[in-house]
């Protein structure tokens, strides 16, 4: 079974060493819109109503171990070229480090990651008539991005600071640190029904929905065969899966069910985890589903328990 076209991931959420170190990147520097909740956490969008990152201080949170499980990025999409440019230049007037800026050439994408370290792509597609195939299989690749080219977009001399973060600001995929790629292919695609997109990336797996050109990527670039990170980690505590309608959401928990896979019902949506220990709750109806997800922590109380 194919897991319905319309699927969709994110919001991502995260635990951070200090929330207001977090927030004073992902709202001063990014410029997202963030709505605080009791218990150390908040939520963050484009300032529409889908949220995209929901962060949950842990004072005690050590830096993950590199060799672990675990979050290699978060992707937040962009719905224009100008809205990347003016992303960009947020970064320039804030004088903050990119990690690497690339045209993918279905998409182009800038690189960096948070204050704890977590990665963090930013990126925006190109028209799906234009993603380059090859036996009906999106090619992707990781060419230098032209960044001048790009701040081009705007108007005026300079950059300056970009306005906030767009209000269509979404998680576009999520790219996963895995222990093993054939497991991970079995769940993503066998059981929950992704189909696999791309292949070409040594040690690397991609699957999407409804021809995406990737709602999740997978690597062992870490290392095979990796533990997940310790429960005292910075890092991912679980991301969404959004499917369109409840049918569809009684027909994956089936799959996963079927599978053998423990799953359990929160207050935010149906919580389990994939063979690399990555926490995942599926959630149902559009945006509401998404924002319900994003505020809830509960799911989060047994991390490191498999």
């Known amino acids: 079974m194919t897991i319905a076209p319309a699927t969709t991931v994110g919001p991502v959420s995260l635990t951070v060493s200090s929330l ?18 009791p218990g150390g956490t908040a939520v963050l969008s484009g300032g529409a ?8 201080e842990v004072a005690s949170a050590q830096p993950q171990p590199r060799r672990t499980t675990g979050l290699y990025h978060l992707a937040m999409l962009v719905p224009s070229r100008p809205a990347l440019a003016r992303a960009l230049a947020r970064l320039v007037e804030a004088r903050y480090p990119l990690h690497g800026a690339s045209d993918h050439l279905v998409s182009e994408a800038l690189y960096l990651a948070d204050p704890d370290g977590n990665g963090i792509e930013i990126y925006a597609d190109r028209p799906r008539d234009r993603w380059p195939r090859r036996d009906q299989t999106v090619q992707m690749a990781s060419d230098p991005l032209d960044l001048e080219g790009l ?5 005026g001399p300079g950059a300056g600071a970009g306005p906030p973060m767009d209000p269509a600001t979404s998680i ?39 021809g995406y050109h990737h709602h999740i990527g997978m690597n062992t670039w870490g290392g095979a065969g990796a533990p997940p990170p310790p429960s005292e980690s910075v890092g991912l505590r679980w991301f969404a899966i959004n499917v369109p309608d409840g049918p569809e959401l009684k027909a994956v928990l089936a ?13 935010a ?7 690399s220990h ?14 319900k997800a994003a505020s809830t922590v509960s799911v989060d109380t047994d991390r490191a328990a498999p």
Request: glycine share 12%; proline share 3%.
């Open 278 to 291: 990555n926490g995942i709750v599926l959630v149902s109806g559009g945006v509401m589903g998404i924002a």
């Open 49 to 56: 109503s889908t949220p995209v990152v929901s962060l949950t």
């Open 269 to 275: 949506g149906w919580f389990l985890r994939d063979p």
């Open 172 to 210: 576009g995929h999520v790219h996963l640190r895995v222990s093993d790629l054939k497991q991970s292919e079995a769940f993503y695609h066998g059981v929950l029904g992704f189909d696999v997109s791309q292949r070409d990336y040594p040690g690397a797996l991609f699957v999407a929905a409804g």
């Open 151 to 155: 701040l081009a977009e705007l108007s």
């Open 255 to 267: 799959r996963v069910r079927m599978a053998n896979i423990d799953v359990r019902q929160t207050d």
């Open 20 to 37: 207001d170190r977090a927030l004073s990147f992902y709202g001063g520097v990014l410029g997202l819109s963030a709505t605080r909740h």
